[in-house]
């Protein structure tokens, strides 16, 4: 259902498709209607985003699923893996990319976050792998 409203969300926004159906036919024409659409798709997206954070922290390979499938629509399916092999075993150190150092902005924080949070689960996958093809 996620993924419907994620393309709904999309055609809303979109000046260049459109879908000649009823369903598509919402437009934002007041800023009422954007900061409605702002402010529930974003709580939306928060809340899948939480509920994904919690699932894969279940011990259970279908929670486990869920929980990436939910960080799958923005394009951080990496998280689990970055998540539990990463974060959980540098947590609060300079080497965890998860947390802030002292006196860092937001827009550097999470930029680093994701890029390093990108790098070091492709380098932690790279040596899985080559690890189990080189026994």
């Not at 402010?39 to 279908?62: D, N, Q, R």
Request: charged share 20%; aromatic share 20%.
């Amino acid at each position: 259902m996620n993924t419907l409203t994620f393309v709904w969300a999309l055609t809303v926004v979109s000046t260049e498709i459109h879908i000649d159906h009823p369903f598509f036919e919402y437009k934002l024409d007041s800023y009422l209607k954007w900061f409605s659409f702002i402010f529930v798709w974003g709580y939306c997206s928060g809340v899948g985003g939480l509920a994904g954070h919690e699932l894969i922290h279940k011990k259970e390979k279908i929670h486990k699923f869920f929980g990436t499938f939910a960080f799958s629509k923005f394009l951080y399916s990496h998280f689990f893996m970055e998540h539990i092999s990463g974060h959980h075993k540098k947590v609060a150190t300079p080497e965890d990319p998860a947390t802030p150092t002292k006196g860092d902005n937001l827009y550097y924080f999470v930029t680093r976050s994701v890029i390093l949070g990108f790098h070091e689960t492709w380098q932690r996958e790279n040596e899985r792998v080559n690890l189990l093809y080189l026994s």
